[in-house]
């Protein structure tokens, strides 16, 4: 009995020490295959390697998902999540020398001239197309820096849980001790595609990039760049994300392929060759894909720490931020006790525009039954007054005069009879319609 019920203590303590759960950390591979689940493709030749579901996060299959290796310019991902919210992708910048110093030898680069003006939009198609470092360093720049923008990725990846990733450059070139894992590309991957602007850059296969001067014209010129993506617009549904490739980290690549309303998403790090990591990275789509419903999961995609609350956390890439309830209602209880020109406006019938005839209406028939009520009561006050003053002298009836008929002008007088009836005029005409 003791052993019964030490053992899934231990198991959870494990767990709880490698995010997504304890098979991740192992270095064999990991599936659990039910009745009719496919085999594995034979040839996966990565060191290290994971399948998920974009949608729910659930990791249908892994090798070795932590294990730190370079990630080369997979983690552009990173950069990207970090960067392209907080910059207009509408902005124009001119490109300065100090800016495209400091590349690294052998770097891959778009062709981003100094002394010219780049749209931010376009140096971000440098950077998904053509894994342009040049556009790297320009963006990171506008952003505080290179250093800013380490910071600021390093803190960006502890926000996803990405614990696996140090980064040392914004670029993902080469650098003593820059490592991600399998693991976390995904969860850059996953939280870059909820953003519509990296969805799009990422899915882009051709686009035009502004080139040089003309020395004859003197006129801006253009090029044509293509994503060095492989499997984008081959492999059937693929989104994107991003590839890389350096001496030292190998072959890496993060995809994302939807099909059936359904989005998977694959990491392939450092197979045997390099032109592997498409094939592999397709065969563990298609595997995904036949999978469904037929394995267990072995792991999960944690979600972002930062993410605002009320987002579809578990939901599918670039789902919107659901709905939060009660706040509404309970702000029209609040509203209930004001006059109606201090209460939210109503919509018309269609929730879309508001009816300000409606409450001009309303403001001016209650302005005008508040204008007969106080002139009323200065009427009143004023043969009240005379009164106190005048001798009283005998009407015709037998009575006296004096306060004459008080409340001759108040709102139930003829003069207030009259304003009401104005009022109720100018409400019926001021009604919303509607159609249908």
């Not at 949608?55 to 294990?67: C, F, I, K, N, S």
């Not at 495209?100 to 770097?107: F, M």
């Not at 309830?325 to 879309?352: K, M």
């Not at 001759?408 to 104005?422: D, F, H, I, N, P």
Request: hydrophobic share 40%; glycine share 12%.
């Amino acid at each position: 009995m003791v052993l019964a019920v030490g053992a899934p203590a231990a198991l959870a303590q494990d767990a709880a020490s490698t995010v997504g759960g304890e098979r991740l950390g192992r270095p064999a591979v990991q599936v659990a295959p039910l009745a009719g689940a496919p085999a594995l493709p034979a040839e996966l030749t990565g060191r290290s390697w994971l399948i998920a579901d974009a949608g729910t996060g659930e990791v249908l299959a892994a090798r070795d998902a932590h294990r730190p290796m370079p990630p080369a310019s997979t983690l552009k991902m990173l950069f990207a999540d970090t960067v392209l919210p907080k910059l207009d992708r509408a902005t124009e910048h001119q490109v300065t020398t100090a800016e495209l110093a400091d590349l690294g030898v052998g770097s891959s680069l778009v062709g981003v001239k100094e002394n010219l003006p780049y749209r931010v939009e376009d140096l971000w198609r440098g950077v998904f197309l053509s894994s342009g470092n040049d556009a790297v360093h320009v963006l990171a720049h506008m952003n505080g820096g290179v250093q800013q923008t380490v910071r600021e990725m390093q803190a960006r990846a502890q926000s996803l849980q990405a614990l696996d990733t140090k980064v040392v450059s914004p670029d993902g070139y080469d650098m003593d001790g820059q490592v991600s894992s399998a693991y976390d590309l995904t969860l850059f991957a996953r939280a870059g595609l909820r953003n519509a602007d990296f969805r799009s850059y990422c899915a882009t296969r051709t686009a035009r990039f502004p080139g040089g001067l003309d020395k004859t014209t003197g006129q801006r010129t253009a090029f044509d760049i293509a994503n060095t993506d492989r499997l984008l617009g081959k492999y059937p549904g693929l989104i994107g994300v991003k590839n890389g490739y350096t001496t030292n980290a190998g072959a890496t690549f993060t995809g994302a392929a939807e099909r059936g309303g359904r989005t998977l998403l694959v990491t392939v790090m450092h197979p045997e060759a390099q032109g592997k990591v498409y094939d592999e990275a397709a065969s563990l789509l298609d595997w995904g894909f036949a999978a469904a419903g037929k394995v267990q999961p072995v792991g999960q995609l944690v979600e972002d720490l930062a993410a605002p609350k009320g987002t579809a956390a578990g939901g599918a890439p670039g789902a919107p931020a659901a709905p939060s309830g009660g706040a509404p209602q309970a702000a029209a209880d609040s509203e209930a006790d004001l006059p109606p020109w201090s209460r939210t406006p109503v919509l018309d019938g269609n929730d879309s525009v508001l009816a300000p005839a409606l409450w001009t209406g309303a403001a001016v028939a209650t302005g005008l039954a508040v204008w007969g009520t106080a002139r009323g009561s200065a009427r009143r006050r004023a043969a009240l007054a005379a009164a106190r003053t005048a001798p009283t002298a005998p009407t015709p009836s037998g009575g006296r005069t004096g306060t004459g008929r008080i409340g001759a002008t108040g709102v139930g007088s003829r003069s207030g009879r009259r304003l009401t009836r104005r009022a109720r005029a100018l409400l019926r005409g001021t009604r919303p319609r509607r159609d249908g």
